[in-house]
């Protein structure tokens, strides 16, 4: 090449996705500035202005089962299957105590408002209460007749209550001053899932899977009111009635007047469960004030088969929106937010995401690249501001998992197509956040898809039916005004490899089209017909990635057998063989103007290679499975990897940074040098001693001894001889 090009040598590793939540419990701080999510058998303390994790508290190898933060969030408590309870002190991040508590896993945990009381639910039946400071059980309670599923203190201090619902379908209520059950509330007919305190402190709520919130009078403990929801409830929350919430829902809704002149304390709650919406409710007249037009959390098309729906809620600070949690590991912000015609919903202000399971792909948006596009092993992909590496939204539509990506700007949007085992190819409009076009034709899942890299108007898919096809969406008049998908038809189609194809590419003139597949071959083929060019034999295992040279004439080939390969176009020779791997090459992309490349492979382990030289001049182990997906940003050159791990790493090259270090370095050193210098022409030799231990220099510090020694030498013998010749005289 005629420019000179600058070669990487390094790169810094950012973990920008980090598993932090396996289902389970989790709490929120008063201040919801921090997340603590059960990870298996860890605890991960979430900053949620950033989305990181700030600190991992290691458990006992068992899943935890229940949390308890207190009041002024400075302690948790965390059960494990083990049975054993832990104090944690978050600010230290240390254990302070460890006790165990039932014959059986806790199943839920509750501290009283003052902080002084721990409440443990079990699966033994039994309620125990504890003294946090003196470490012992002060009450134990046995009564329900099945497993108790939730636990909680009046939030009143000077009211010694404490309320457990059980999946014997009743609510219980104990006293802790006579330290016995003082009523039993028997309305629900199936597992009681939530409690909640009104905030008067006079009404008990409890909701459970038979559908219904109870509305309890504390005075003589009747039931005032049986509110049906139509749906299994996980959670009740008391929304207190100067919230912006209750304002703004009574403002766009006039409650009746008999239920205004009914003199009862109104009780303002909302209820989340398996259909996966918030609804706000009155209690006086089971009235529904708000419910939400459709669900973030139900992910499938299908409604026959629904899956998702929300497992828990909690008010976030003042009543000023709901933090909502699914089944599979997202975490939702809600907030509320009026339009200019007066009108309110809750809308999603962020997401988190807790556990993305594998990453089957990922891709870089747009000229700037300030998004990251990420499938998974799930129906939607999903998109992440890089900025704060939060779940901006998500692009349901897919019925089966999302396996392939790629995206190119056309006409000023920015595209996305995602390859699916439902067999079919979708378009996304990132902008409008819609599905424009779907390509629907191959007979077996679609495992890799690319865009042209010239024209812009067409891409060719690849699948496990062992053909390609040819999709040309540049006919779509305009992509912003279209408010249905369109359905597409294939320009041309070939039967390409005798097993499943992994991966597609087209080269950066649009002419030609490289394919590779699980039969060992890397196969040619010219647009826009498909017309077979070259055949590209040589691997042992099947081929996982290939990608066509941005400034040569030449194709690059990622394979099981361990290796990466370059062949010429012209003659379909092998230029160059790359080992170095210790398991398959899954992907490999050029980089620095095609001087170089980096691959990822089974073996968890990122390479950077110059190829003039053959020579891998970095490898980077930051991942603990298969890299599955591999990203390069075309302006920065930026790099995402992303494996089954569930761990999705950012890399931004340091080759400059580096340089920058060594050379300040290096003036260090030689002032040093000269320091050292110095130091001997002055016979500061201390000064020289100390300035050779931090040189790391052992020939110059046996110089400065020596030269110390012979000084010292000529000293004693001058002083001597001076000695000498005074006794003469």
Same mark, same amino acid.
């Given at each position: 090449?005629?420019?000179?090009?600058?070669?990487?040598?390094?790169?810094?590793?950012?973990?920008?996705?980090?598993?932090?939540?396996?289902?389970?419990?989790?709490?929120?701080?008063?201040?919801?500035?921090?997340?603590?999510?059960?990870?298996?058998?860890?605890?991960?303390?979430?900053?949620?202005?950033?989305?990181?994790?700030?600190?991992?508290?290691?458990?006992?190898?068992?899943?935890?089962?229940?949390?308890?933060?207190? &009041?002024?969030?400075?302690? =948790? /408590? @965390?059960? *494990?299957?083990?049975?054993?309870?832990?104090? #944690? $002190? %978050?600010?230290?991040?240390?254990?302070?105590?460890?006790?165990?508590?039932?014959?059986?896993?806790?199943?839920?945990?509750?501290?009283?408002?003052?902080?002084?009381?721990?409440?443990?639910?079990?699966?033994?039946?039994?309620?125990?209460?504890?003294?946090?400071?003196?470490?012992?059980?002060?009450?134990?309670?046995?009564?329900?007749?099945?497993?108790?599923?939730?636990?909680?203190?009046?939030?009143? &201090?000077?009211?010694?209550? =404490? /309320? @457990?619902? *059980?999946?014997?379908?009743?609510?219980?209520? #104990? $006293? %802790?001053?006579a330290k016995k059950c003082i009523s039993v509330l028997e309305k629900h007919f199936s597992s009681v899932t939530s409690l909640a305190v009104s905030e008067n402190g006079w009404n008990l709520l409890?909701?459970?899977?038979d559908k219904v919130v109870n509305v309890w009078d504390l005075r003589d403990y009747h039931c005032r009111a049986t509110i049906p929801t139509y749906e299994p409830l996980e959670?009740?929350?008391?929304?207190?009635?100067?919230?912006?919430?209750?304002?703004?829902?009574?403002? *766009?809704?006039?409650?009746?007047?008999?239920?205004?002149?009914?003199?009862?304390?109104?009780?303002?709650?909302?209820?989340?469960?398996?259909?996966?919406?918030?609804?706000?409710?009155?209690?006086?007249?089971?009235?529904?004030?708000?419910?939400?037009?459709?669900?973030?959390?139900?992910?499938?098309?299908?409604?026959?088969?629904?899956?998702?729906?929300?497992?828990?809620?909690?008010?976030?600070?003042?009543?000023?929106?709901?933090?909502?949690?699914?089944?599979?590991?997202?975490?939702?912000?809600y907030n509320l937010d009026e339009s200019d015609e007066g009108k309110c919903d809750l809308k999603v202000s962020k997401r988190l995401i807790g556990y993305n399971e594998e990453i089957v792909d990922l891709k870089f948006l747009g000229d700037e690249e300030k998004f990251l596009a990420v499938a998974t092993n799930l129906e939607q992909v999903r998109m992440y501001d890089l900025s704060s590496m939060t779940c901006v939204y998500e692009l349901p539509g897919h019925t089966d998992i999302v396996l392939c990506l790629d995206t190119v700007v056309f006409s000023g949007h920015i595209l996305l197509a995602s390859g699916s085992k439902d067999h079919t190819?979708?378009?996304?409009?990132?902008?409008?956040?819609?599905?424009?076009?779907v390509a629907a034709g191959h007979m077996g899942a679609v495992g890799a898809v690319a865009f042209s890299k010239k024209a812009k108007n067409f891409f060719v898919s690849g699948s496990s039916d062992r053909t390609i096809k040819v999709w040309n969406f540049a006919s779509i008049p305009d992509l912003g005004g279209i408010s249905k998908s369109i359905k597409l038809s294939s320009q041309a189609a070939v039967a390409a490899h005798d097993k499943d194809i992994n991966s597609v590419a087209v080269a950066p003139n649009d002419s030609l089209v490289c394919t590779g597949s699980q039969d060992r071959t890397a196969r040619i083929w010219k647009l826009p017909d498909l017309v077979p060019i070259l055949v590209l034999r040589g691997h042992k295992r099947g081929v996982w990635c290939v990608e066509f040279s941005p400034v040569d004439q030449c194709v690059m080939t990622a394979?099981?057998?361990?290796?990466?390969?370059?062949?010429?176009?012209?003659?379909?020779?092998?230029?160059?063989?790359?080992?170095?791997?210790?398991?398959?090459?899954?992907?490999?992309?050029?980089?620095?103007?095609?001087?170089?490349?980096?691959?990822?492979g089974a073996d968890g382990l990122l390479k950077l290679w110059t190829i003039k030289s053959n020579e891998c001049i970095a490898t980077f182990d930051q991942h603990e499975d298969k890299i599955w997906a591999m990203a390069v940003g075309k302006k920065t050159e930026m790099l995402a990897t992303g494996g089954s791990d569930s761990l999705v790493n950012l890399w931004h090259d340091c080759t400059a940074t580096d340089e920058e270090e060594a050379l300040?370095?290096?003036?260090?050193?030689?002032?040093?040098?000269?320091?050292?210098?110095?130091?001997?022409?002055?016979?500061?030799?201390?000064?020289?001693?100390?300035?050779?231990?931090?040189?790391?220099?052992?020939?110059?510090?046996?110089?400065?001894?020596?030269?110390?020694?012979?000084?010292?030498?000529l000293f004693q013998q001058r002083t001597r001889s001076g000695s000498g010749t005074e006794s003469n005289t």
């Open positions: 090449m005629t420019n000179y090009v600058n070669s990487k040598k390094n790169f810094k590793c950012v973990p920008a996705l980090q598993q932090f939540y396996t289902g389970g419990p989790f709490r929120l701080s008063s201040d919801a500035s921090f997340l603590v999510c059960a990870c298996n058998d860890e605890l991960k303390v979430v900053d949620l202005a950033t989305g990181s994790v700030k600190n991992t508290l290691e458990g006992d190898s068992e899943l935890i089962v229940a949390l308890a933060l207190t &009041p002024d969030d400075k302690y =948790l /408590f @965390s059960a *494990s299957r083990s049975t054993q309870i832990k104090l #944690w $002190d %978050l600010s230290s991040a240390t254990c302070q105590r460890t006790w165990k508590a039932h014959n059986g896993p806790v199943a839920d945990m509750a501290c009283d408002a003052s902080g002084g009381l721990l409440a443990t639910a079990g699966a033994d039946r039994n309620i125990l209460v504890w003294d946090v400071d003196g470490g012992y059980c002060t009450h134990s309670f046995r009564g329900h007749q099945g497993v108790v599923t939730t636990v909680i203190f009046h939030p009143d &201090p000077h009211c010694l209550l =404490l /309320f @457990s619902g *059980s999946d014997d379908a009743t609510v219980r209520v #104990w $006293d %802790l001053v409890s909701a459970g899977r959670a009740v929350c008391v929304l207190p009635s100067g919230s912006r919430l209750v304002s703004v829902m009574n403002q *766009s809704r006039t409650l009746p007047e008999t239920q205004k002149k009914s003199g009862a304390a109104p009780v303002y709650f909302l209820t989340v469960g398996e259909r996966g919406i918030v609804r706000i409710w009155y209690s006086e007249g089971a009235l529904c004030l708000y419910e939400q037009k459709s669900s973030d959390a139900i992910i499938s098309s299908d409604k026959d088969d629904l899956k998702g729906g929300f497992v828990s809620a909690v008010l976030l600070p003042l009543a000023q929106g709901v933090l909502c949690v699914t089944a599979d590991q997202r975490f939702f912000f190819v979708r378009i996304w409009d990132t902008e409008s956040k819609s599905c424009i076009c394979s099981g057998d361990k290796t990466i390969k370059i062949w010429a176009l012209s003659d379909g020779s092998c230029l160059k063989t790359f080992e170095g791997h210790t398991a398959s090459v899954l992907r490999a992309s050029f980089l620095t103007r095609g001087t170089q490349f980096v691959s990822s300040l370095k290096e003036e260090e050193v030689a002032l040093k040098d000269q320091e050292l210098l110095n130091a001997l022409a002055d016979t500061d030799y201390v000064k020289a001693i100390q300035l050779a231990f931090e040189l790391r220099r052992p020939y110059k510090l046996l110089n400065v001894f020596t030269e110390l020694y012979r000084s010292t030498h």
